[in-house]
């Protein structure tokens, strides 16, 4: 798939949920697999981590800079899904919000999305003493916190 940024409605969309696929979900795998929105690209995370890019439209961020996952995330001040652009957050969260199950990265089906607003953050590559060895993004200061769904 083209890594080009692209506006909202031209993303590539999931076979299996019909949903558009993301910047960070979208090459698929080494198979030939159809990208999907079930999970993140490893190359792709550290791309919008190392170019501050935005993990749905692929284009540079400005701010403010958001964050969207559990509440868990939120919690522990450590996303999964890289950071986006305030606008494309949204319009991804629209279409996701009556999705089922594990999708954008996520291990686990949840019930409520969290966005979190800030002007930067800290990427954090997994190690080898944590259990979930997945890079993480950290917001370094929260301007706004909501909860959806």
């Known amino acids: 798939m083209d890594p080009a ?12 949920l019909g949903t558009p696929v993301p910047f960070a979900c979208g090459t698929g795998d080494a198979s030939g697999a159809a990208p999907s929105a079930r999970k993140l690209d490893h190359e792709r ?8 890019i935005c993990g749905v ?16 995330e939120e919690g522990r001040n450590a996303f999964h899904f890289p950071p986006a652009h305030l606008e494309c957050a949204e319009q ?19 019930d409520q999305w969290v966005i979190v607003t800030t002007g930067g953050f800290e990427y ?10 997945r890079p993480t993004f950290e917001p370094n200061s929260v301007l706004e916190e909501r909860r959806l769904g």
């Open 57 to 72: 439209c692929g284009s540079g961020l400005g701010r403010p800079i958001a964050f969207l996952g559990s509440p868990q």
């Open 45 to 52: 995370v550290t791309q919008c981590a190392l170019s501050r």
């Open 124 to 133: 954090v590559r997994g190690r080898r003493q944590d259990v979930d060895r």
């Open 92 to 110: 991804l969260l629209a279409v996701y919000a009556e999705v089922r199950g594990s999708v954008l990265g996520q291990t686990e089906p949840f």
């Open 5 to 16: 940024p692209r506006p909202f409605a031209e993303l590539p969309l999931d076979e299996e």
